[in-house]
T-cell receptor
Framework: EAAVTQSPRSKVAVTGGKVTLSCHQT?????MYWYRQDTGHGLRLIHY???????EKGDIPDGYKASRPSQENFSLILELASLSQTAVYFC????????????FGAGTRLSVL | QQNVQQSPESLIVPEGARTSLNCTFS?????YFWWYRQHSGKAPKALMSIFSNGEKEEGRFTIHLNKASLHFSLHIRDSQPSDSALYLCAVTGGYKVVFGSGTRLLVSP
């Protein structure tokens, strides 16, 4: 099964600080995604990428930047972390031939204090 | 912008019951329709998908799609306590995959 690794698994950040969440996949997938999940709720799309060196805005991009330096790596950057960005963040990947079956990482629990 | 809505928000059913979960979407050009399951504290995992009108059955699970009504559903036969989880529907079109807000299912023994 596809392997997607997120780091760190949990993070405590201070308001106004910079946070970088990392995602690495080893399955040669073209598409990668960042979602956030608030407690007990669904997933909201932040940024996505379908090719290295290019990223696209999702439905809630404000306050977040993304970087895709290689096919395997996709980062989510919070330049000025805010309390409202406390959530669990999931990275996912898929390829063209799988009808968009998303394979998720284990998630990063971010607490902004 | 794609709008995906799920109902009900939560559901409690007895073991052995038939369970139905619903999902509506707004973009008629959507291509693939998915159900994901997320157990507490875990990552979502794909359950099953459909891309053409009609029904698809896999074991105790059946997915039904009606594109004209912008609606698809998941039916669970003989629900088990291990089915207790957050169920997320997802709709894909182009590169984007948009999820609903989820239905929390609890199957009581």
């Amino acid at each position: 099964e596809a392997a997607v690794t997120q780091s760190p698994r949990s993070k405590v950040a201070v308001t106004g600080g910079k946070v970088t969440l990392s995602c690495h996949q080893t399955n040669n997938h073209d598409y990668m995604y960042w979602y956030r999940q608030d407690t007990g709720h669904g997933l909201r799309l932040i940024h996505y990428s379908y090719v290295a060196d290019s990223t696209e805005k999702g439905d809630i991009p404000d306050g977040y930047k993304a970087s895709r330096p290689s096919q395997e790596n996709f980062s989510l950057i919070l330049e000025l972390a805010s309390l409202s960005q406390t959530a669990v963040y999931f990275c996912a990947s898929t390829d063209r031939g799988s009808q968009n079956t998303l394979y998720f990482g284990a998630g990063t629990r971010l607490s902004v204090l | 912008q794609q709008n995906v809505q799920q109902s009900p928000e939560s559901l409690i059913v007895p073991e052995g019951a038939r369970t139905s979960l619903n999902c509506t979407f707004s973009d008629s050009a959507s291509q693939y329709f998915w159900w994901y399951r997320q157990h507490s504290g875990k990552a979502p995992k794909a359950l099953m998908s459909i891309f053409s009108n009609g029904e698809k059955e896999e074991g105790r699970f059946t997915i039904h799609l009606n594109k004209a009504s912008l609606h698809f559903s998941l039916h669970i036969r003989d629900s088990q306590p291990s089915d207790s989880a957050l169920y997320l529907c997802a709709v894909t079109g182009g590169y984007k995959v948009v999820f609903g807000s989820g239905t929390r299912l609890l199957v009581s023994p």
